[in-house]
């Protein structure tokens, strides 16, 4: 251990740090950084999985996934998801945490919470089935209601025109974490800021409108941008809820990625796309991270 | 105005936004909590309901209370005449009598029963559960065979009489010298349905014995029985694949239980050990210059998500030997989590840095500050992290369902999508409803336990996003 007394003592310092960081960082190369350029570098072949790699094809995956016609409606398929999002469940947290902040009894606004959080939790696999059957054309619920109201029935995830708003519409119960974080900001505003609004004869409307929503204003920003986001990776659900139909027109670049791999063997092109959706997506984060920042000054 | 003030707490909050939003807030909070626990209640309340229930149009809301019917025989006169036969006549009886009540009467039944008797001594006893004798209609002896005293008593392609499986798939017990343990219902009421049973009994399905009594009775309970039943269909139907292991034979949906929560642990312990043993050199061991570098590096791993990379992961993994097995379903926890690691270091470096300097005095290494320091120091944010990975992993589907083939190593959620994909099995509706509340209930009833744990975490981790 001479040669260990020896070093100095911020060298000493590095050299353990090192040891300390050394399963994390490999973990990190190996299981991110490698799939990644992995990703990439199949991208340029005509991927062979007996003989690997293949020929060398240089962009003509990019060219034939950009002449398919499903490739770029998965695509418009994300923006409508997107939309959908925004239109029907984005807000319904940050009314239900506008609810729980009025709700004055403490066991009932409790219960509440703990009832709210559920939706976290459910996997999506639970959610595709019970809704599935809650679409179902002759048996569901769904049609019970629309045909009660007058307004007929539907083939709801069999429609082209209705599949995607119902497996947006699932999200409209709310709750889940990001309830709990609106509800955060919500009990962060000052007591005397309420006591001055009292003293100023606020009512309640005037109270949500200039106290607590700027006060959310940030959260909600912050967590517009994770759904901007999140919509750009869905998966899951559309997966389990259609697997992509009908005719692909639920699909989104997630499921056209793994059908390119799974049903057409390519794994030239399904990287080709993989590496089409990383680009996208890490220019849409960093835009926002900057729209972000921008917005926090 | 007196009762409203004791019915609300006249607290500020009251105060300053009136009674009649005070109130609406409490309704449409109510509203929002039927909606929440709606889907729910629906898919136990499907789960619950036979499949001819469960195809009701309007579609009915809640589960009928199913019958238990008991069909009493005398056998005295026919073994009188023709005792060399008897046993084969009792083989025959029990799929006549058991199969032909739930096809025949329009009623929502729970559980049929035969009791043979000679000169007042139990001799024949055969009984199923409701969904028992739907298995043995779609899957089991009298699969894809109409129902029918010629069809019933047939013989199928081996020359084997199929009533014969059916008995072995039912209870069934013969015993010329008298059962014990069967309880006779003594003097009760026949039942209202008691005309139609023996007459189609008599007449189309001419059952041997001489029917002396029918007696039925509602009870709730045989539904919670189902429940049984969906994991006995589970082990026979999904068992004999899932290797040599019989794990899946033996314990049904609880070895996919156990598997999502190995995943889950695994995630945890990986979360609270080699992330913060990546972050702490960044706080205290490396120059200023290097941590800043190197936690770009980490957090640089958020602009990579998962769909990006399934695919090369999966070859990658594929190629090392990672494929349907554990290794492949818990491997990829190993990643330490960037977001995290940026939390614990920002958590190491609120701590004092004197503690630390002290301990370095005294001659302590940097593992033992970190263990004897960092640690208990830290342990709100090791929480914060345990918190987001559990709920984060309890829900993870697409890797899983990758990775893994054999029916031992699905976890609940890759299970639950395996068995409701048509092609495989057409698995029933109400099993399939079944196996969605074994999906549900345990997670919820986890996260009802952690719930002020969870709450406390979300609202004072700083978490804003």
Request: aromatic letters at 16%; proline letters at 5%; glycine letters at 6%.
């Amino acid at each position: 251990m001479a040669f260990w007394a020896e070093l100095n003592p911020t060298r000493r310092k590095i050299i353990t740090g090192l040891i300390f960081l050394a399963p994390g960082f490999l973990f990190t190369i190996w299981l991110r950084y490698y799939p990644i350029l992995f990703g990439t570098y199949m991208s340029f072949f005509d991927w062979d999985v007996v003989n690997p790699p293949g020929e060398f094809i240089w962009l003509d995956n990019y060219t034939t996934i950009f002449r398919q016609g499903f490739y770029w409606q998965a695509w418009e398929n994300m923006l409508v998801y997107v939309l959908l999002v925004f239109g029907l469940t984005f807000w319904v947290p940050v009314v239900q945490a506008l609810l729980l902040d009025m709700i004055g009894r403490r066991w009932v606004k409790n219960t509440l919470t703990t009832f709210y959080l559920l939706p976290a939790v459910i996997p999506v696999t639970a959610t595709a089935m019970i809704w599935r059957w809650i679409y179902h054309p002759s048996y569901g619920i769904a049609n019970s209601i629309t045909s009660a109201l007058g307004l007929g029935t539907y083939a709801w995830l069999q429609d082209p025109q209705f599949v995607k708003m119902a497996i947006i519409l699932p999200g409209m119960i709310g709750g889940g974490l990001v309830m709990l974080l609106y509800l955060a900001a919500l009990y962060s505003i000052p007591d005397d800021i309420y006591d001055a609004a009292l003293i100023d004869g606020c009512n309640s409307s005037q109270l949500i409108r200039y106290i607590k929503l700027p006060f959310m204003r940030q959260v909600v920003f912050v967590q517009a941008l994770f759904t901007i986001v999140a919509s750009f990776q869905l998966l899951d659900l559309p997966f389990v809820m259609t697997g992509g139909g009908p005719a692909r027109s639920s699909e989104t670049i997630g499921i056209y990625i793994y059908n390119t791999y799974q049903d057409e063997l390519s794994l030239g092109r399904a990287s080709a796309a993989s590496f089409t959706l990383f680009i996208v997506l890490a220019v849409v984060i960093y835009a926002l991270l900057i729209i972000n920042r921008s917005e926090a000054e | 105005m007196f009762t409203i003030k004791k019915l609300l707490p006249s607290t500020a909050n009251t105060r300053m936004h009136g009674i009649i939003p005070v109130y609406g807030s409490y309704l449409l909070g109510i509203f929002f909590l039927i909606l929440i626990i709606f889907p729910f209640f629906y898919v136990v309340s499907l789960s619950l309901m036979d499949t001819d229930q469960i195809q009701d149009t309007p579609p009915s809301l809640l589960p009928d209370s199913p019958y238990r019917v008991t069909v009493m025989l005398d056998y005295s006169a026919v073994y009188a005449e023709e005792p060399e036969n008897i046993d084969l006549y009792l083989q025959q009886d029990s799929p006549l009598v058991l199969m032909s009540i739930p096809y025949e009467l329009d009623e929502t039944l729970g559980y049929v029963e035969a009791i043979g008797l000679i000169d007042d001594n139990v001799v024949f006893h055969a009984s199923a559960h409701a969904r028992e004798l739907d298995f043995v209609r779609n899957f089991g002896a009298y699969q894809n065979t109409g129902i029918s005293r010629a069809s019933l008593l047939r013989t199928d392609f081996r020359g084997v009489e199929i009533y014969e499986d059916f008995n072995q798939e039912i209870n069934f017990e013969v015993n010329l010298d008298g059962i014990e343990a069967v309880n006779v219902p003594t003097a009760q009421e026949d039942s209202p349905f008691a005309g139609e049973i023996s007459a189609f009994l008599n007449e189309s399905y001419q059952v041997h014995g001489t029917i002396t009594g029918i007696y039925t009775e509602q009870d709730f309970g045989l539904t919670l029985n189902s429940y049984n039943m969906y994991n006995e269909f589970l082990k026979a139907s999904y068992g004999e694949e899932s290797g040599t292991s019989h794990l899946v034979e033996n314990y049904g949906f609880l070895q996919f239980f156990v598997n999502t929560v190995i995943v889950v642990v695994f995630a945890i312990a990986c979360q609270v050990t080699i992330t913060p043993l990546t972050a702490y050199p960044l706080s205290r061991l490396f120059p200023k210059r290097l941590s800043d570098i190197l936690q770009l590096f980490f957090l640089g791993t958020t602009f990579i998500p998962f769909v990006v990379i399934m695919i090369p992961q999966f070859r990658m993994f594929r190629a090392m030997g990672m494929y349907n097995n554990y290794a492949g379903l818990l491997v990829p926890h190993l990643l330490p989590f960037g977001f995290y690691v940026v939390l614990y270091k920002a958590f190491f470096d609120r701590i004092p840095s004197e503690l630390i300097d002290a301990a370095r005095i005294d001659g302590a290494g940097e593992f033992l500050i970190f263990t004897r320091i960092m640690i208990p120091l830290s342990r709100p944010i090791f929480v914060v992290v345990a918190i987001y990975t559990f709920l984060s992993n309890v829900v993870d589907f697409f890797w899983a369902w990758l990775i893994v083939r054999d029916v031992k190593l699905w976890t609940m959620n890759v299970a639950l999508y395996n068995i409701s994909r048509t092609g495989h099995t057409s698995a029933p509706v109400d099993f399939l409803m079944g196996a969605t509340v074994f999906t549900i209930v345990p997670v919820i009833l986890i996260t009802l336990l952690l719930s002020s744990k969870i709450q406390s975490v979300a609202m004072n981790s700083g978490l804003k996003g």
